[in-house]
């Protein structure tokens, strides 16, 4: 049974203030001493101070709660034996989503929150059933949401501090805030009157969403410098803010401040519909704006400079000072810069930032901190123009090569050439030039792949670039492609090319390749990402990757696109704009044979998928291609990868429409001029001699021209032999035009 928090050490603690006090009682002026200490500590105008002391504070201060008293911390109970039964089996089937409808759920979601009324702040803090109540607030309605609020009205400072139950506040914020932009849309009191029939507590859910979240807040104020650097209060109040700001929340830069990466995700089949509205922008209320406002200016409220620097290398409060600040330049507009008591100004106060001043050493001592160098990527890319025309011409400039081939500090250098200009971008190119093959053969793939889409943005030609990747990976004349998809790296040749089933390995091999393969696949993840990023670059780069994989033997190409990882290569190879028509069919090719085994697998099946677009063009190629899955249907239905690709390929339509098949595949290839293989026999069957497609196609546009000249004669025939009708009001029997042909009137006479 779960126990109540119970402070460790009282009995050591009891003998310490039992020596204290004698030490006291001894000394008058230590009497004194300490009761100043004491009222002080306690005097309602030193909060501040208070909250100032504890950003100082380290994660080893793990026993005091991260700063918080632990005599303040609330206890709501435990929940019994049966309690934490009933609520573990509903968990699971939420998680398994064991109904048969969405009205069988709705009903099941119902009573689970009848059996908890009055139970909610017990299974908020539960370790076991925690996670049920983040399930229900994902299914919930909006007039449960508001009821959850309710419930949890007076206790938000505890339970956003608390292990468990912070990850509930959490998911209550997230999934609230769509309602906040469906009630603000609606401009009606319809829905909160519909909502409040819809709960048993009529008069509590009359409340608006806008009104809940406004009550939290207020609730909170006065605590913001706890908050911040707070183990787990400060991942909610990131959520907090962005609720207020209206911001996107699905993106990855915004994940990254939300939330760790050891963080559960409690996902519930079904509810995709229910949070679609936050992977974009929303309307919020005038009100959030102002609440926004306020909690910026109280979270920095007493900081003086040093302190708030102190933000910049702690681990939890890092991550809320770079969203601060974001939001107060992205929402306040970057004039907010030269405001003295806005954070970017608070942080870096001198003006012009030169080597020498305290803001210089500042920045120079965040780019190579693991933490620090997060804040300093937010300052790149919403500082003021002016704030990082200085900062780059000052640090940047003549450094960016010896940035780059730091570990941390090559991220900064990406957000660096992210907001260069064309004629600044061409001399950062210049000076990275030389470090490209260092970088590479180091692992280090950030900053080249950044240069790379960077120069293609802003037209600056990549040939040097192209020559740098050349030099790092070329066996005599030709490019090994292998090695920068790190393709069979640390296997011998022969294995690497030698179908994946086929390989044979004791026990001890097994693994040992396994614990290699889990070490190498996020460096074989970047370097793949940066072929993709070459692919789509016109010219060189994409030439010296495209030319190299229709070198590879077919075994190899078959091994790689069932490779989780490479085969998204293929994938970007088959469908890029840059590949053409003869560099495709080359590729294509090369599967022949095999692309109903690869439809079987899960990472190929996708690059089966991407020869679909890969053969615009090439009409009778995908007719090849249609002919070999057609051969394995019943292999093709048994598995759900073959069933999609069956799907995406139209095999039904081509099983029983053949001919319509071919036309469609050929409108959509935008491709006349090749035949289908059944065109083909009827040709060979009527000459003897089978035509190749070049051929068909010439002598198509050969009977085309002739249909074209004989139209042209024919249309001049039939203007010639045309009569003429006199136009209205010409005189009967009297025609005009230079061919006017007479009347039998005019004949007569």
Same mark, same amino acid.
Request: net charge neutral; aromatic share 6%.
């Given at each position: ?119 909610? #702040? ?423 990757? #495209? ?13 790689? +696109? ?113 035949? +289908? ?29 002739? +249909? ?42």
């Amino acid at each position: 049974m779960p126990q109540a928090n119970k402070k460790r050490g009282r009995r050591m603690e009891g003998k310490k203030r039992k020596l204290e006090d004698d030490d006291v009682h001894g000394d008058p002026e230590l009497a004194e001493s300490s009761t100043k200490r004491r009222k002080s500590a306690t005097a309602n105008g030193d909060a501040e101070v208070a909250n100032i002391s504890h950003i100082a504070f380290e994660d080893g201060a793990d026993d005091q709660a991260d700063g918080y008293p632990q005599a303040e911390k609330a206890f709501f109970g435990v929940l019994d034996d049966e309690e934490q039964e009933y609520f573990k089996k509903a968990d699971s089937m939420l998680e398994g989503n064991a109904f048969a409808d969405h009205e069988e759920r709705m009903l099941f979601l119902a009573n689970v929150y009848r059996e908890a009324d009055g139970k909610e #702040l017990k299974i908020a803090q539960s370790q076991s059933c925690s996670r049920l109540m983040e399930r229900l607030i994902q299914l919930s309605t909006a007039a449960q949401l508001k009821a959850l609020f309710e419930k949890f009205g007076g206790n938000f400072i505890h339970l956003v501090s608390h292990r468990f139950a912070s990850h509930c506040c959490e998911a209550l914020f997230l999934r609230s805030a769509p309602a906040v932009t469906e009630e603000l849309l609606a401009g009606s009191k319809d829905k909160q009157n519909e909502s409040a029939t819809d709960s048993a507590n009529g008069d509590e859910q009359s409340a608006s969403m806008e009104s809940l979240y406004l009550r939290t807040l207020a609730e909170l104020e006065g605590n913001m410098g706890y908050l911040l650097t707070d183990r787990y209060a400060s991942h909610v109040l990131r959520v907090l803010l962005l609720v207020l700001s209206g911001e996107e929340m699905d993106t990855a830069s915004t994940k990254q401040l939300l939330q760790s990466k050891r963080k559960e995700t409690n996902a519930v089949q079904g509810v995709g519909l229910a949070i679609q509205s936050l992977d974009k922008a929303r309307s919020v209320p005038e009100s959030f704006g102002q609440a926004l406002e306020n909690v910026i200016a109280t979270s920095i409220a007493g900081l003086g400079t040093e302190q708030l620097r102190a933000l910049a290398t702690h681990p939890n409060g890092n991550p809320t000072l770079q969203l601060l600040l974001k939001l107060e330049l992205a929402h306040y507009g970057k004039q907010r810069g030269k405001d003295e008591n806005s954070i970017i100004r608070k942080l870096l106060p001198d003006d012009p930032i030169k080597a020498d001043t305290g803001s210089a050493r500042f920045i120079n001592g965040l780019v190579y901190d693991t933490i620090g160098s997060h804040l300093v990527e937010q300052i790149i890319q919403h500082a003021p123009a002016k704030m990082f025309k200085n900062l780059y011409s000052e640090f940047f400039k003549e450094k960016l090569a010896t940035y780059a081939r730091n570990e941390v500090a090559g991220y900064v250098v990406c957000r660096v050439l992210e907001r260069l200009g064309h004629d600044d971008l061409l001399e950062a190119h210049e000076q990275l030039i030389p470090v490209v093959t260092p970088l590479l053969q180091r692992g280090r793939t950030v900053v080249v792949r950044t240069l790379i889409e960077r120069c293609t943005v802003r037209n600056i030609d990549t040939q040097t670039i192209a020559v740098q990747v050349f030099n790092t990976w070329n066996d005599s004349e030709n490019f090994e492609v292998k090695k920068l998809l790190k393709w069979g790296h640390g296997l011998d040749v022969d294995e690497a090319n030698t179908p994946v089933d086929s390989v044979q390995s004791s026990s001890a091999n097994e693994a040992e390749a396994a614990d290699f393969k889990r070490s190498s696949e996020p460096m074989k993840a970047h370097f793949n990402i940066l072929a993709q990023a070459m692919l789509l670059v016109p010219g060189s780069l994409s030439g010296l990757v #495209l030319d190299s994989l229709i070198m590879l033997e077919p075994v190899t190409l078959i091994n790689m +696109s069932k490779d989780n990882i490479v085969s998204r290569t293929l994938q970007t190879a088959l469908t890029s704009r840059n590949a053409s028509i003869i560099i495709v069919r080359k590729l294509i090719q090369r599967f022949y044979g095999h692309v109903a085994d690869m439809a079987l697998d899960k990472a190929a099946s996708h690059v089966v998928d991407c020869m679909w677009e890969g053969t615009h063009g090439l009409a009778f190629i995908r007719e090849r291609i249609a002919e070999e899955l057609a051969e394995t249907e019943g292999q093709m239905r048994e598995s759900s990868y073959g069933r999609a690709v069956w799907k995406n390929w139209k095999m039904d339509l081509y099983k029983r429409r053949r001919q319509d098949w071919i036309k469609q595949s050929k409108v959509k290839a935008s491709n006349d001029g090749f035949q +289908s293989f059944a065109e083909l026999d009827e040709n060979k069957e009527s000459t003897g001699i089978a035509k190749t497609p070049i051929e068909i196609a010439r002598e198509r546009h050969a009977k085309n021209k002739d +249909s074209e000249k004989k139209k042209e004669k024919k249309k001049s025939k039939s203007s010639a032999s045309r009569p003429i009708i006199a136009p209205s009001g010409a005189p009967s029997g009297v025609a005009t035009g230079v061919n006017a042909v007479p009347t039998a009137a005019a004949a007569s006479s």
